[in-house]
């Protein structure tokens, strides 16, 4: 099992920034890659950014490109979710997520993130 715990999100006004992070405890050796979902009310979930856990490689929405980056520290087993220029259509609640290489997912509890206009 793979435990995360996200933290960082809050209220910024548009134009803003945040941070967030997530923290994998247990077997993280397991994990091979992480990333960040959102759900925004009314929505279904989607994909925000990932990266390789070994080579570090990110990958994007392109609704984010050039504003979000994704980044790992593995000696702390912590990925993290740099927003910028934050808009008001990025209101959601963003999930971290932990993949083992045949494709399981683990999933965190959730960290409210809104952009007020």
């Known amino acids: 099992q793979v435990q995360l715990v996200e933290s960082g999100g809050g209220l910024v006004q548009a134009g803003g920034s945040l941070r967030l992070s997530c923290a994998a405890s247990g077997r993280t050796f397991s994990v091979y890659d992480m990333g960040w979902y959102r759900q925004a009310p009314g929505k279904e979930r989607e994909f925000v950014a990932r990266?390789?856990?070994?080579?570090?490689?990110?990958s994007y929405v392109d609704s984010v490109k050039g504003r979000f980056t994704i980044s790992r520290d593995n000696a702390k087993n912590t990925v993290y979710l740099q927003m910028n220029s934050l808009k008001p259509e990025d209101t959601a609640i963003y999930y971290c997520n932990a993949r083992t290489p045949d494709l399981y997912s683990y999933w965190g509890q959730g960290t409210q993130v809104t952009v007020s206009s």
């Open positions: 990266i390789n856990w070994r080579s570090g490689w990110g």
